[in-house]
Every structure is written in C-alpha cells, then in structure tokens.
C-alpha cells in the first residue's frame, strides 16, 4: 500500500510559518543606524567648530602675549630714560636758568608718562590674565565634551600655576611700589 502524502504544499507547513514569522519580527525589531549616522556626523561637526574656535583664541592669545611684550620693552626703555635723568639731575646743580626748568618739567612729564603706561600695563596684564583664563576654562570643558578629559586636567592645572603667577605678580609689584 502506498502511503499517501498530506495534500497541503510546502509553502503551507507550519515551520515554515514559524520561521517567516521570526524572521519579520527580527527585522522589525533592528534598530537603524541612521540616527546614528546622523549623531555622530552632528558631532564631528560640533568638534570641527569648537576646533576652530580653539585656534581663533590661541591666535588672540598670541596677539595679546605680542603687545604685552612690546609694552614692557616701551616700560623698560621708559625707565632707563628715567634713572637716565634721574643720574644727571643728581649732577646738575639746581639753578634758576629757564634750562634748568626746561628739564625740570621734562623730568616731571616723563615721570607722569611713566605712571600712564604703567597703570596702562597692569591694566592690560590684568584684561590678559582675566581672558586667559576665561580662555583656559573654555578649552578645558570643550576638551572635557569631547572626551579628552586629560587634557581639560592638564589645562586646569595650568589655571591654577597662573593664579599662582599672578599672586607672586602683584607681590612683586607692590614691593617695586615701595621701593
């Protein structure tokens, strides 16, 4: 006797249903990486300008470290020129020729020029050292976004070494101012 074969086809077999079925959820259940995609293409770009951002203030920086520089050599030439006269006033014998007057006046304009430039200065130093670290903690908790959390350390810590600097600065300043 011949054993007889189920009428229903192979598309028809319950398994196989199973198996569509599973496979149709599996795809549904994938996640997409396009939002990915999209993520991290947002922040390369995020990076890119913060980047950039970074290179605009080092070049400020740089500016700024320029004429600080200039304006101490100015300072320095001023106060060479100033013990200058200071050295040939102790010489001249006070008279009351109009030269003598003349140079008298020239002193006291190139003192009050001193006092400009230097009141000039430590505003500018202290304009400097405010941006610089305002500069610092921006690079540091961009470095800190970005995942390079030991650099923004090595950045914090040089904020703290320029507090130091700017405290022994204003000593230093102080015991010129009594000297």
Known sequence: ??????????????????????????????????????????????IARYEEE???????????????????????????????????????????????EALNREIAELKAQKYELSSGLCELEELLQLKLRELLKRIASVLQEIGAGEVAIEFRRAMDSLEDVENCAYFLRELLKEG
């Not at 196989?16 to 549904?28: F, H, N, V, Y």
């Not at 970074?54 to 740089?62: C, D, I, K, S, T």
């Not at 300072?75 to 006070?94: F, G, Y």
């Open 54 to 100: 970074l290179e605009r203030y080092r070049g400020l920086v740089q500016k700024q470290q320029e004429e600080m520089e200039r304006l101490r050599k100015e300072n320095e030439q001023l106060v060479t020129n100033l013990s200058l006269l200071h050295s040939n006033k102790a010489e001249v014998p006070p008279s009351p020729n109009a030269e003598a």
């Open 1 to 46: 006797m011949k054993s007889e074969r189920p009428k229903r086809s192979v598309a028809d077999m319950d398994v196989l249903q199973d198996i569509r079925g599973l496979l149709s959820t599996a795809q549904k259940g994938k996640p997409s990486i396009e939002p990915e995609l999209r993520e991290k293409a947002r922040l390369d770009a995020e």
